[in-house]
């Protein structure tokens, strides 16, 4: 199976042990670490326990603890201590700890930091001065035979104080969003507090580490060392996040190779990496800031995410923690001495870490329940101590013996955490206008175009075509969603080129994005990014063009052009074809029939008609027309027509669906801060009541939509009747998900198409 120079790497001894090749024990070590650790990992999860804890005391397990006190020659077989070949799984594990820090900085979020406040900068400087003053306190009268050299105890300090003082994110969060925290404005700012240690912790391991490099704690390189981790940081949340999110949205835009984007994100990591390992600080704080940058990437889309984590989370999280519980030898706890020290140890780190985080929520005005709360969900070390304590052992720092006792400390501390934080968390009641704000976000969290994050915009330079830019503005605006303009040349799908350029839609989605930003900024009191915009020319539209625009990952197709409609009403083949290379949701701009090609002005009092009728599609309609709607002031009529009481159904549920629906819109109105009149009808045809309405006054009709069967771009006889009838703007909103799930169900048409 090996080649000769890798069998040459084969250690002695073992050539004819487990398939008598080095690369038979890296198998069957990865293996074994896979199986016990996932296996621990899904029963520790079961209990309520985080899953890595599971994984750490898998490998606990299978070093000298058990495995190796029951059967030391099966152990020393799979897990050998020749350096070549205990290199071989030391190097997936020591990537391990990159990828891990990565994806910890791809979920650290310093938008919640800055929403949050005060409060949490004190409980985090509280809640690691304390511990680590602690920590560094004792390190300096711990026997010498804990110290592989008793005269750097001042690094070991350093590295000891980082252990006791960093909560762990991870496992904070997983707590509090089990208990429905998130949104809580206490489970914020437990969150963020953890996010600000962890990287207070992580600059102080960078420093410490350039201290380590130098030998002794010396003042000129100390100043040079902090001086170039500060210029490092400035440099990656300036020119360094641009630099990031460019080479992000150009290789998702130019690679047609299989995870393109992610292989960029690891060279990103692996170049900061280098960056901070050349400036003499170590690796884990330039994979720690890559991962902050590339979560914050405004094209990083959940899917390209949760494939990352898919493999960091099966692979590398195991065998790390795995082997970092293999480096644990829990039998020396044996020795009544070391016991009583990690005894000791243990409490330090649990008082020291609740006290200061205690301490910092009294300061900020929390109540004792709270700051109860607070210390308790702090007091979880976990992944971060071990990597901490891992770094440690492997610079010679910590010995073995203080390194066992880290980690028994780190998992006590975190398996006694949840319990507490559940316990100190079910105290706590909710207030009225914080379960105002929750419930609003948990209405986002339903929301269509809150979920959007990427526009693709298909336009002409006609009325109907600025329109839909304007529109597109408004839609993207209110979050800096990158928008990519296609502009086509003359005022047809295929027609003849002109010279005009897309200037004046470029200026339309500025209009519209500014007005949005500037009207989320005044309601949530937040920082709106500028929309990044991209426009391209183009001579015609088909749908190759369509579909290899497409490719790069969009939420939402907008198109607005002329003469999309046949004189008998129906879609010209052109547009069929252009909505054939689009798989994503669908939003078509089209004039009425009778408007005579003019097109609105969206001002406060003007009144946009929203046809519902309980399906999701119509729901998404209507949270787009109140999207259009908030920055302009203007008012939403959401009108309810009950095909379930024309065909007989029984009145008192179909009441109740009603009423649920007008609701459920009603709330969503109230989030977006527009003023919505309701209505419900019985007594008439879909396409005759959205018509009445429109003509008394609407000045634009937003209508979900479901594609029917067949080869023609068709949305069933409503939609075609509305658009036949109506005298202003018909916009038709269509999600390709549910387009084709509910093409399959034959029944009466649905009103919103």
């Not at 079961?46 to 899953?51: L, M, S, T, V």
């Not at 929301?447 to 994050?453: A, P, Q």
């Not at 915009?533 to 625009?549: C, G, Q, Y």
Request: charged share 15%; proline share 4%.
């Amino acid at each position: 199976m090996a080649s000769g120079p890798l069998l040459a790497a084969q250690p002695t001894g073992h050539s004819s042990g487990l398939g008598g090749s080095a690369e038979g024990i890296f198998i069957a070590e990865i293996v074994l670490l896979l199986i016990v650790g996932r296996g621990l990992g899904e029963i520790f999860q079961r209990f309520g326990q985080p899953a890595i804890m599971g994984q750490l005391i898998g490998g606990i397990l299978l070093g000298p603890s058990l495995f190796g006190w029951l059967l030391p020659s099966a152990q020393h077989l799979i897990f050998p201590t020749e350096p070549a070949q205990k290199s071989m799984i030391d190097a997936v594990s020591q990537l391990g700890i990159l990828l891990l820090l990565l994806l910890t900085g791809m979920e650290t979020d310093l938008r919640l930091v800055r929403r949050v406040g005060a409060a949490c900068f004190s409980i985090s400087i509280t809640g690691v001065i304390v511990p680590f003053a602690c920590g560094f306190a004792l390190a300096q009268v711990l026997p010498d035979s804990l110290l592989p050299d008793p005269t750097q105890r001042i690094v070991a300090g350093l590295f000891l104080g980082t252990a006791l003082s960093i909560s762990s994110v991870k496992i904070v969060a997983m707590v509090v969003r089990e208990m429905n925290f998130m949104r809580r404005n206490l489970g914020q700012v437990i969150i963020s507090s953890a996010i600000i240690e962890d990287t207070i912790g992580w600059l102080i391991i960078a420093i410490t580490f350039g201290i380590a490099t130098n030998g002794s704690l010396q003042v000129l390189p100390l100043i040079t060392t902090v001086a170039e981790v500060a210029l490092f940081m400035v440099f990656s949340f300036t020119l360094g996040r641009r630099l990031v999110f460019t080479l992000i949205r150009w290789t998702n835009d130019t690679f047609r190779s299989e995870y393109a984007v992610i292989t960029v994100i690891l060279i990103i990591m692996g170049v900061m990496a280098l960056t901070t390992n050349m400036i003499g600080v170590h690796t884990v704080l330039g994979a720690f800031v890559a991962g902050i940058l590339i979560g914050e990437s405004p094209i990083l889309s959940d899917h390209i995410e949760g494939q990352l984590r898919g493999v960091i989370t099966a692979l590398f999280m195991p065998i790390f923690f795995g082997m970092a519980g293999l480096s644990a030898d829990l039998t020396v706890l044996a020795d009544p001495t070391l016991a009583m020290l990690t005894v000791a140890l243990v409490l330090i780190a649990s008082i020291g870490k609740f006290g200061g985080a205690f301490i910092g929520g009294r300061f900020a005005g929390m109540s004792l329940k709270e700051a109860t709360a607070v210390g308790s969900a702090m007091n979880a070390r976990g992944s971060t101590e071990v990597i901490v304590a891992s770094i440690g052992l492997s610079m010679n720092i910590l010995s073995h013996n203080l390194f066992t006792m880290i980690v028994t400390m780190a998992v006590i501390t975190t398996l006694v955490m949840p319990p507490m934080l559940r316990w100190a968390l079910g105290r706590l009641p909710i207030g009225s206008d914080e379960k105002q704000r929750v419930d609003r976000e948990l209405l986002d969290e339903r929301g269509f175009v809150s979920k959007l994050e990427r526009l693709l915009l298909l336009v002409d330079d006609s009325s109907v075509g600025k329109f839909t830019a304007y529109l597109a503005g408004l839609v993207g605006g209110g979050s800096g969603m990158p928008t990519t303009l296609l502009h086509l040349k003359g005022g047809h799908i295929a027609g003849p080129a002109s010279d005009k350029g897309p200037d004046q839609a470029l200026k339309e989605v500025k209009k519209g994005a500014e007005k949005s930003a500037r009207a989320v900024s005044k309601a949530e009191d937040t920082s709106v990014e500028k929309v990044h915009l991209t426009a391209r020319t183009k001579s015609e539209a088909t749908a190759e063009t369509i579909a290899e625009e497409a490719r790069k990952g969009y939420g939402l197709l907008l198109i607005g052009l002329e003469n999309t409609l046949t004189q008998k009403g129906s879609f010209t083949p052109a547009l069929n074809d252009i909505t054939k290379g689009f798989d994503g949701p669908l939003c078509l701009v089209l004039n009425g029939a009778k408007s005579a090609g003019k097109m609105p002005i969206l001002r406060p009092g003007t009144s946009i008609l929203v046809p519902v009728n309980g399906t999701e599609v119509s729901r998404r309609a209507a949270d787009l027309a109140l999207a259009l709607a908030r920055p302009n002031r203007a008012r939403v009529k959401v009108l309810y027509v009950s095909q379930a009481r024309q065909a007989g159904s029984s009145t008192s549920v179909s009441h109740r669906r009603e009423e649920a629906m007008l609701k459920d819109i009603a709330d969503l109105a109230d989030r977006y801060g527009v003023q919505v009149d309701t209505a419900i009808r019985t007594r008439a045809t879909p396409d005759r009541a959205i018509v009445r309405e429109v003509t008394k006054g609407a000045v634009m009709v937003v209508m979900g939509v479901t594609q029917r069967p067949g080869e023609e771009l068709f949305f069933g006889d409503t939609a075609t009747a509305v658009l036949a009838a109506s005298n202003c703007p018909v916009v038709l909103l269509a999600s390709e998900r549910i387009r084709r799930a509910e093409a399959k169900v034959e029944g009466a048409e649905e009103i919103s198409g």
